[in-house]
């Protein structure tokens, strides 16, 4: 069995989509996250929001521990059958894990779109958290920090286990 953890993801909304970098997006738009070939959600309809669509929906997202990156595609339904791509966030894993990161640290995200012809096509919002389990050991972070000639405080995040 495949080692995984649980991701919740919140798409929360989307800005300047086009259809072929032209003609703004009028209506039914949707979002899939993807981890690999297995494993996707997907959003429902945003009906009305045009270029910017909100849908502030969670989803429930595996993770597998070999997996590098997180695509977030934004289509759009064309007909009952037929998806139109807009565009494709490619989110490398280590933007929300790491040591600096503890479960359930909260992530709130803006990355560009591309198109199938990498050129840029709107922004996708959204958060993302590593839901605690308890199977992983947890990490709690103690504040080392000093107070500089500026009265500023700075510091380097110690972790303990």
């Known amino acids: 069995m495949e ?3 649980s991701l919740e993801i919140t798409i929360i909304s989307c800005e ?12 039914n738009t949707f979002v899939t996250v ?15 929001g ?12 595996q993770m597998p521990m070999h997996v590098h990156f997180l695509n977030i595609d934004v289509q759009c339904k064309v ?8 565009g494709r966030a490619r989110i490398p894993v280590s ?11 909260l992530h709130i995200l803006s990355y560009r779109l591309r198109d199938d012809n990498m ?22 972070p103690m504040a080392a920090s000093k107070v500089s000639n ?9 972790w303990n286990s």
């Open 3 to 5: 080692e995984s953890y």
């Open 16 to 27: 300047g989509l086009r259809i072929n970098r032209k003609k703004p997006v009028k209506r």
């Open 34 to 48: 993807q981890t690999d070939s297995q494993n996707f959600n997907t959003t429902k309809l945003d009906m009305t």
């Open 50 to 61: 045009g270029s910017y669509p909100a849908w502030n929906e969670k989803l429930d997202v």
């Open 79 to 86: 007909s009952a059958s037929t998806d139109r791509f807009i």
């Open 95 to 105: 933007d929300f894990t790491g040591p600096y990161f503890p479960e359930n640290y």
């Open 119 to 140: 050129e840029r096509n709107g922004i996708i919002n959204f958060s993302i958290r590593i839901k605690a389990s308890g199977a992983r050991r947890r990490i709690t």
């Open 150 to 158: 500026y009265g500023m405080v700075t510091g380097v995040p110690v």
